[in-house]
């Protein structure tokens, strides 16, 4: 999902079943999940433009730069252990076991693009995505559980960010590569990301500090974005993780409400994954038509 550069390059193999994951990835276990044969994990490879391919101007585009020596810095992030960990996905009532799990990610390693997973019966269930190293995550791994620093106030983080981070795409910042997302560690150590980048760390560090914040990907104006939910005493908040201005340490954040350019598909936290399967033009994050497609167990 070019979420990142503009070019938003996600093509949606919605492929279990031999495009991605594989015949019989979703294995029994010891809780009595199914196994799923082959004929229900039927791949669908049609490609779909479920993110747009034009990301709405944010920031001015920054001298490109060059890319840091991530071999050589403590904050680059190690891969999750995926043998040890697990993903339920829900709807099928159905596990992806580590081992199984672990072997298909591999296989995506050096793939610029981020790829939805899911089947025919229920739609996306997660995504994975290319990492700084190359690798391909998990979304949910992505949020570490990092706060930088305690704060009390919920207002704080994302002035604080504006403050530090700027907006750069990835082709500029990671010599040519199209799509590249960092851990919220890494997008906190590093001066330069795009808009997931921005949305990763800011949904942590609230996260870090008990609140109900998700990253949510989806299009504005015509352009495929990530931004932030917040839920809180019953309402729901938009936090656009990319802005510069117009912030302060008071300010309340907007309702999600009033903002009719922001269309979600997708939304995820640190252990579960969301899809809206009702109109993508809605202003709500809750209800419904926000189906829970998954909750993934990590390494321990």
Known sequence: MSLSDGRVTVVLFFAICGVVL????????GDRRPSLSPSEL???SRPNTLLPARLPARSPAQS???????SESSEHSEGPNYAA?????????ARLEGR???QRLATLRGREQVIPLGTRAVGIYSMSAPSVAGDHRLVNDYLEGFQPYPVTNPMLP????AQRKQYQ??????????????????AYAFARGDCEDHALILADWLMAMGEDARVVLGDYRGGGHAWVVLFKNGQEYLLEATKKSGLSRSKPYPLASLHRDYHPQLMFNRYDFWQNQGSKYTTRYAGSAWRKQSHYRPAL
């Open 42 to 44: 039927d791949p669908l």
């Open 85 to 93: 960990a697990s993903l339920d996905i829900l709807p099928l009532d």
């Open 100 to 102: 199984q799990l672990a």
């Open 22 to 29: 594989g015949n019989g990835l979703l294995a029994g276990n």
């Open 64 to 70: 490109p730069a060059e890319p840091p020596d991530w």
């Open 158 to 161: 994302l002035y604080a960010l």
């Open 169 to 186: 795409l990835d082709a500029q910042q990671y010599a040519g590569r199209q799509e590249v997302w960092q851990t919220s560690r890494e």
